[in-house]
């Protein structure tokens, strides 16, 4: 089974920027969608964007416009990279092939003034 491993996240001030990296363990070449997920403190896993392997991009309203996932296959690397940062982005964010149920460690980001 394919292992994640997320990093990248950290503490930054409102308006800031991060960028988060998911490394695979295996090829994602084919595996068709990849997505960014997010568990805020005391709240449930939320899926925050998707791509699949045509390059199609899908986000959740309350990222739409700042968050950018991308994917690459040479690497078997996904990325997030996140602008505007909100205080209620703050989460811990996991990256997954969609529907595998596989998780990682997460990342936690903070966003805090």
């Known amino acids: 089974q394919v292992q994640f491993v997320e990093s990248g996240g950290g503490l930054v001030q409102p308006g800031g920027s991060l960028r988060l990296s998911c490394a695979a363990s295996g090829s994602i070449r084919r595996m068709y969608r990849m997505g960014w997920y997010r568990q805020p403190p005391g709240k449930q896993r939320e899926w925050v964007a998707i791509?699949?392997?045509?390059?199609?991009?899908s986000y959740a309203d309350s990222v739409e416009g700042r968050f950018t996932i991308s994917r690459d296959n040479a690497q078997n690397t996904v990325y997030l990279q996140m602008n505007s940062l909100k205080p209620e982005d703050t989460a811990v964010y996991y990256c997954?092939?969609?529907?595998?149920?596989?998780w990682g460690q997460g990342t936690q980001v903070t966003v805090s003034s």
């Open positions: 997954s092939q969609v529907g595998s149920g596989n």
């Open positions: 791509t699949d392997s045509s390059g199609y991009t």
